[in-house]
């Protein structure tokens, strides 16, 4: 009797080929022991090198990060230009105010020819006059360089443009209602006109970067 013979009916049954698996499914190695059981194919893998997005904290209602500049934006851009060109006008007609009166100081100096004379008492108050006008040419050239500098870096600017741009923009507003109200006291209307100019120029320029667009803007992610 030979336990080997597959037809003996008192043998041992014989041993079954492994089920293959269906169509569509992995195939996987025999597990080993010790070794612990493989993730398949259809566990989430994170991939590799490619961690993932954050967002990033937007303004109300979106975190889509602005592509351009907001209007409200461009408008205040617009008017610290002009205003800038103001005051470079103003800043030289400051300028040869104190050098026309410098020139004069000068003049009467050499006529006087003593202490006591009108023409020194003329002379020192030319002097001090000029020294005044020259300063106030400088502060408002300073200014300009300013306007010049905050509109161009809208653009690219971030949170200290922002800030910046809001206290010019007030103070200006401030500068110009002062203007405004005694324009209205002298009740002549060619004195309320310019006031009246620069507080609106003052106002949109302190309002651009506090709405939510032009927070938005200064606040977006730079590359």
Do not use: C, E
Request: aromatic share 12%; charged share 5%.
């Amino acid at each position: 009797m030979s336990f080997g013979d597959p037809n003996n009916p008192y043998g041992p049954p014989p041993q079954q080929p492994p089920t293959a698996p269906g169509y569509g499914y992995p195939q996987q190695a025999p597990q080993q022991p010790g070794i612990p059981p493989q993730q398949g194919y259809a566990a989430p893998q994170q991939p590799y090198g490619y961690p993932q997005a954050q967002a990033y904290p937007g303004y109300p209602g979106a975190n889509m990060v602005p592509q351009s500049m907001p209007g409200l934006l461009v408008t205040a851009r617009v008017f610290l230009y002009i205003i800038s060109a103001v005051q470079i006008i103003l800043g030289l007609i400051y300028l040869y105010v104190a050098a026309f009166v410098n020139d004069v100081s000068d003049s009467a100096d050499s006529l006087g020819s003593s202490s006591n004379d009108p023409f020194r008492g003329i002379s020192d108050f030319g002097d001090a006059a000029a020294g005044l006008i020259a300063g106030i040419a400088i502060f408002v050239l300073a200014l300009a360089a300013l306007s010049i500098t905050l509109g161009v870096k809208f653009g690219r600017g971030g949170q200290g443009v922002r800030i910046t741009t809001v206290v010019y923009g007030a103070l200006g507003t401030i500068v110009g209602l002062l203007l405004l109200f005694v324009g209205i006291d002298s009740g002549m209307a060619s004195a309320v006109i310019f006031p009246l100019l620069w507080v609106v120029f003052g106002a949109i320029i302190t309002a651009a970067p506090v709405v939510p667009s032009g927070t938005a803007w200064f606040a977006r992610p730079r590359y």
